[in-house]
């Protein structure tokens, strides 16, 4: 009986195996037809809008996967087919011609590119059909009305791209259906501001985002709250006069370059205590930077300033006051004011700027004397070059000879007043030699005069003629 049972399993077993096949088979051939109709479609067969599908191993497994690329086809919605072969993993449809997103069905696309279109709209359940994506690019677009649940039917979109459109005014809780979105560019959208709406409470974005992209949104502040756990935030190019002081505790990176700062202060940086990569680049005003500015930054490893052209002080004790002990740990590691006009550095900084691993010093107008002569000792590279005095102007701070980095002892109007005071005296010798020379007035001259003298007196008689006859 016990054999009976065994062979009556192997058969149920080889039949199903045999069921499993023929289905597998039979789906290789739907899928290849799917996949010849979507990427070679009758219009375009051999031709350059032909599609570029390849098929690939997906991680983690190795399974199956398709990657369409269908990038400059000048294609519309109608040239597309709604649904997507089987095994699709991304497709690619930027620099094309849809004035609106195709409505789509696929259960196995991850990765959907509709970059550089001329969609002007998003409608409710967009993108419904596909259950599975995780990244949705809809950046370079015209897009500037979105329906409440343009996003419904997305639990898995970790990734949201729409910079570079027209967004303004959206809808309360627009992103409420992306429950684990962890990355979302919102940049270059000048009308964005006009919204009003707070990111976190009035349009849903949920508390598993680390990344925040808000470049070029014209704002003028930006609250988020503290508890946040995002850890990446740019804003550069907007209208921020100071940094906002309500950000989350949680930010590794910071970018807020290229906004209206005139000066770095303690309070801006006050609240950045676990920020370790800050980026204050291209500054078109920013001018000085206080003392204890950056006291705080304990953990902060990477920190730009590259491009502000205006800034020309930095406190000596900006970074507050550095211990020279080898007990206090510095975790700055990269420091540029490559483009800036600074000038100089105080000998303060030396323990600092020696455990740099990289300075970026290219580009400054370095007044080469004793005050900065450490610099030239320092372990790292700067690219630094002399700007003053003449005689080395254009040479690396590290290839300059020691002994050109002087200091003058007098200050220059010292030298001046010497020059003025030499000359004064030149003339006051001068001067006094010529009158030295001179005879006295009580000095009489006593000539002999008679009729050999030349100073004799001599008569003439005008009507007298020289040869009378």
């Known amino acids: 009986m016990a054999s009976l049972e065994v062979v009556r399993g192997l058969t149920f077993a080889l039949l199903l195996t045999?069921?499993?096949?023929?289905?597998?088979?039979?789906?290789?051939?739907?899928?290849?037809e799917e996949t010849d109709r979507f990427c070679y479609p009758e219009s375009s067969k051999n031709s350059r809008r032909s599609c570029e599908c390849s098929n690939v191993s997906a991680s983690p497994w190795g399974n199956r996967a398709l990657r369409i690329d269908c990038s400059y086809k000048d294609y519309k919605v109608a040239d597309l087919s709604q649904l997507l072969p089987l095994y699709i993993d991304s497709l690619d449809l930027s620099w094309n011609a849809l004035v609106s997103v195709p409505i789509f069905t696929s259960d196995s696309l991850h990765q959907l590119n509709l970059r550089h279109n001329n969609i002007s709209q998003l409608v409710s359940g967009n993108f419904k059909q596909l259950t599975s994506l995780r990244e949705l690019y809809l950046g370079w677009n015209s897009i500037g009305k979105l329906e409440a649940g343009s996003f419904d039917g997305l639990p898995h979109l970790q990734v949201l791209d729409l910079a570079h459109n027209n967004l303004h005014l959206l809808p309360g809780h627009l992103f409420a259906p992306l429950l684990v979105l962890g990355t979302l560019d919102i940049s270059w959208n000048r009308r964005f501001n006009e919204s009003g709406?707070?990111?976190?409470?009035?349009?849903?974005?949920?508390?598993?985002?680390?990344?925040?992209?808000?470049?070029?949104?014209?704002?003028?502040?930006?609250?988020?709250?503290?508890?946040?756990?995002?850890?990446?935030?740019?804003?550069r190019r907007n209208q921020l006069k100071r940094i906002p002081t309500q950000l989350p505790e949680t930010l590794l990176r910071l970018d807020i370059s290229d906004n209206l700062l005139e000066e770095l202060l303690p309070e801006d940086t006050a609240n950045l205590t676990q920020v370790r990569q800050l980026f204050i680049e291209d500054m078109s005003l920013l001018q000085r930077v206080v003392a204890n500015t950056l006291t705080h930054l304990d953990v902060l490893e990477t920190l730009s300033f590259q491009n502000s052209r205006q800034l020309s002080h930095l406190d000596p004790e900006a970074f507050g006051p550095i211990m020279t002990t080898s007990s206090k740990k510095i975790a700055l590691?990269?420091?540029?004011?490559?483009?800036?006009?600074?000038?100089?550095?105080?000998?303060?900084?030396?323990?600092?700027?020696?455990?740099?691993?990289?300075?970026?010093?290219?580009?400054?107008?370095?007044?080469?004397?004793?005050?900065?002569?450490?610099?030239?000792?320092?372990?790292?590279?700067?690219?630094?070059?002399?700007?003053?005095?003449?005689?080395?102007?254009?040479?690396?701070?590290?290839?300059?000879?020691?002994?050109?980095f002087s200091c003058d002892t007098w200050p220059r109007w010292a030298y001046g007043l010497v020059v003025l005071s030499l000359i004064a005296l030149s003339a006051a010798g001068i001067y006094l030699i010529v009158m030295g020379l001179r005879p006295h007035r009580g000095v009489t001259m006593r000539r002999k005069v008679g009729a050999g003298s030349p100073y004799a007196r001599v008569t003439i008689e005008p009507n007298r003629q020289e040869n009378p006859h």
């Open 333 to 404: 590691r990269s420091l540029s004011f490559r483009g800036t006009m600074l000038r100089t550095f105080n000998s303060t900084l030396a323990p600092l700027f020696t455990q740099l691993a990289e300075l970026d010093l290219n580009g400054l107008p370095l007044q080469c004397d004793c005050e900065l002569v450490w610099v030239k000792q320092l372990p790292v590279q700067t690219n630094g070059r002399c700007y003053k005095p003449a005689r080395i102007r254009g040479m690396l701070v590290t290839s300059a000879r020691g002994d050109a």
């Open 18 to 32: 045999q069921l499993l096949a023929a289905h597998v088979a039979r789906a290789e051939v739907i899928d290849a």
């Open 197 to 235: 709406e707070d990111l976190y409470t009035g349009l849903g974005v949920n508390w598993k985002l680390s990344t925040l992209r808000l470049d070029a949104c014209s704002l003028n502040d930006l609250n988020l709250p503290v508890n946040a756990p995002l850890k990446e935030l740019s804003l």
